[in-house]
Each structure stands twice: as C-alpha cells, then as structure tokens.
C-alpha cells in the first residue's frame, strides 16, 4: 500500500544552518507529494507541493524536489530561523483533493537562536 | 482564499455529554471533506471522509456510532463525539477538498483544528 517514511526527529540545529529533512514514499503510480507544516498549537498548513516527476515546490525558502527514480521528496532550506520551528509532516495523495492524505510521522524542528 | 474553519478551537466537556464540530470552508466550495484525529507528539490519524449529501465512509477501527459526521452542504460538515470520555481527548482537525474551478483541485486545506477535553 501506499506509504510515506520521515526521519526521526527531533533535529535540533542553530540559527542559520541549512536544514534537510529526509522523505521517502511508497507508492503505485504517479502521486503528488506534500510538506506539511504545523506549529506549535495550530493545525496544518501546506507549506510546499509537487505534482510530477521533478517538480520543485517552494515557499518561504523551503524547497523540495519530486525525485520518482529515488521515490524522495526531502525538505531543504538554505537557513533556517528561530520562526521555522515546528513540526513538519511530508504527505502523498493520489492526484485529487478527494483523496485521502497519507502522512508521515512528522519531524520535529528546533531551531536554536 | 482557500480558508477552511472550524468551530469551536477548544472544548471542555463531561463525560458522557456530546460534543458537536464544525468544519466550514469559507470561500469555496468542497465536495469531500476529511476528519483526522491527532494525538499529542503524533501524526494525523484518518477517521472518516465526508462526501456532501451522501454517508461518510470511516476508516478502519473508527466507530461510525460514536463519531457522527453529517456533511449537509458544499461548506460545512460536522463531526459529533457522541458519550465522550477522557480517552476521546484529542486533536481534531478537518480538511476540505476543493471542487474544479476553485483552489487547486490536487491540495486539500486544513482547519486548524480542535482540542478536545473530555473530563
């Protein structure tokens, strides 16, 4: 069945460093991934997607490209701010919005002033 | 645009009473919305998909008797905790899915979800 498997967080890095997080999926077909983001007390919000075979989605800095031969779609951000800690959650879907949503198990993010 | 909202953000109750939810999407349209259950420090767990005029379908594992969900127009579903207890405290968070023509028809938008507190 479908899958999607993030690194364990937490990841703990300071002010200014580059960040990855890693996503792998499993998956039949061609998905559409998602990162997720959500911060402390709210719920979520999508913070970057990509719908087919090296696609890049970016917002806010983030970026993550659509990698079918690796079935990858990790997170990365050049440098990261105190304001980016949250938990981030990568998700796939069929490509439809009436879709169910599989996510991963989300990461944890610290950043340190 | 594409604002999903639900009401109430937090809620205390007995246990034993219901607890109604609502999910509204507020500036368009959604054929399909989703109910997730979120426990502290944990991802979001499937509980149900609501189609607009038609019965939900739940996940595995999901009483459909204990959860009701009535998805009666184009924005609005709810989600009724039905003789709450403690162990029904929890995150619920709803998404919506949008219909073509509206947001993008790939992404479904989130609520920011509801604190449940069954004492």
């Known amino acids: 069945g479908n899958s999607v498997t993030q690194m364990e967080g937490p990841v703990t890095l300071s002010e200014e460093a580059f960040l990855t997080i890693n996503c792998t999926y499993t998956a039949t077909g061609y998905p559409s991934l998602f990162w997720y983001v959500q911060y402390p007390g709210e719920g979520l919000q999508l913070l970057l997607k990509?719908?087919?075979?090296?696609d890049k989605g970016s917002n806010k800095g983030f970026e993550a490209t659509y990698r079918k031969e690796t079935t990858s779609f990790h997170l990365e951000k050049g440098s990261v701010q105190v304001s980016d800690s949250a938990v981030y959650f990568c998700a796939l879907s069929r490509s439809s919005s009436a879709s169910k949503i599989i996510f991963g198990s989300g990461t944890r993010l610290s950043i340190r002033p | 645009g594409a604002v999903v909202s639900q009401h109430p953000s937090w809620v205390i109750c007995k246990s034993g009473t219901s607890v109604k939810i609502e999910c509204r999407s507020l500036d368009f349209q959604a054929t399909t919305m989703f109910w997730y259950r979120q426990f502290p420090k944990q991802s979001l767990m499937l509980m149900a998909t609501s189609n607009e005029g038609s019965k939900a379908t739940y996940e595995q594992g999901v009483e459909k008797d204990k959860f009701l969900i009535n998805h009666a127009s184009l924005t609005l579903s709810t989600l009724t905790v039905t003789s709450a207890h403690p162990e029904d405290s929890s995150f619920y968070i709803c998404?919506?899915?949008?219909?073509?023509?509206?947001?993008?028809?790939?992404?479904?938008?989130f609520g920011p979800g509801t604190r449940l507190t069954v004492l």
């Open positions: 998404s919506a899915g949008g219909l073509a023509g509206g947001p993008s028809t790939d992404t479904q938008y």
């Open positions: 990509a719908t087919k075979a090296d």
